[in-house]
């Protein structure tokens, strides 16, 4: 039978509507990342060696030996960032529905594909740049003597509006999802052009799911910081008791809050319990550094779900505009 244009219309509305519940639901979704081991394993490997290397740069820059504190401050750099791309890889994987790789390629395959992150966001900041110049070319021709009052009124809310918009597609757009697109296998061209249409078409969208999404983040973190510090007393009391040292409990608490024990008077601290500081630090770092991995895990695996999600839907708009007898046989 045929079809009539007004139904034909609705469908090709209904395609290029958003799905704001699925787009929701898989971004709440993402907290089950904190269950991926692999991922899990080379996030907090890459942060302890970045930790390493960024208290070995703190050491050098006391000791006034900047070349070295220079390197190891970029080592700290270098790990972090090939190791967050490691784990985005991982995550991206699960998010596709695709089998995941083992730990080693990732690791390989984020040393080879992760610089376009880079050069996307420097290319994009040149772009950026070239905005900056056009609206500085604009207010020299505010200054010019007749047309330039006139001129002026339509270059005030111009300014606003595009430095307000550019603002925003950088927090909730370039920022969060240029890594997602190079973890999908877009080049830094591709990424640069899919990160363009998505402020073109889905900026509202995509500021409502990043601001879900750094919700769920935050209360992630927030459960994990309680969960840390009430064991962390707990612990803290049962060890003064049981062992019978004579310390303050925060004493074997601050490595669990990313801190060390600075002892600055030996006399005053018993012996025997310098040695239970210092094993305390220790682990209390290592869980320091695991209840920080988790809600980046929770971001990583986020942004990959908003990513998906806003190209789901621009791939069915495309589809639905692309194949339009589809359209009708199904109306038929």
Known sequence: MPTPPESFASLLASRRRFDW???????????????????????????????????????????????????QGAAALFIAFYGANAAGLLLMDRAMGRAPRD?????????????????????????????????LGLYWLSGLPRIGPWLFVLVVPATVLIIGLTVLAGVVVVAPLTGPTVWAGASSVQAV?????????????AAVLVGGLSLATGLVGAAASAMVLLGGRVMAEASV???????????LMAGLLGRTVQITQGAVVPAKA????????????????LALVMPTLVYLRGVCEV?????????????????????VQTLA
């Not at 052009?193 to 969208?205: E, K, S, V």
């Not at 008791?241 to 004493?251: H, Q, R, S, T, W």
């Not at 310098?274 to 550094?289: H, N």
């Open 21 to 71: 519940w699925q787009a929701l639901v898989r971004v709440l979704s993402s907290i089950e990342a904190v269950r991926d081991g692999r991922a899990l394993y080379v996030l907090l490997a890459s942060f302890c060696g970045a930790g390493l290397a960024t208290a070995s740069a703190m050491a050098s820059f006391g000791r006034e030996d900047l070349p070295w504190a220079i390197g």
């Open 103 to 135: 730990v080693a390629d990732a690791v390989f395959d984020a040393l080879g594909i992760a610089h376009r992150v880079l050069l996307a966001l420097a290319m994009m900041l040149v772009l950026a740049a070239a905005l900056a110049g056009c609206l």
């Open 193 to 205: 052009a899919t990160i363009g249409r998505l402020i073109r078409d889905r900026l509202l969208q």
């Open 241 to 251: 008791f049981v062992l019978g040292v004579d310390i303050p409990p925060e004493a």
């Open 274 to 289: 310098l040695s239970y500081i210092s094993a305390a630090t220790v682990g209390g770092g290592m869980v320091f550094a």
């Open 307 to 327: 990513y998906l999600a806003l190209r789901a839907s621009d791939a069915d708009a495309v589809a639905g505009l692309a194949d339009p007898a589809a359209d």
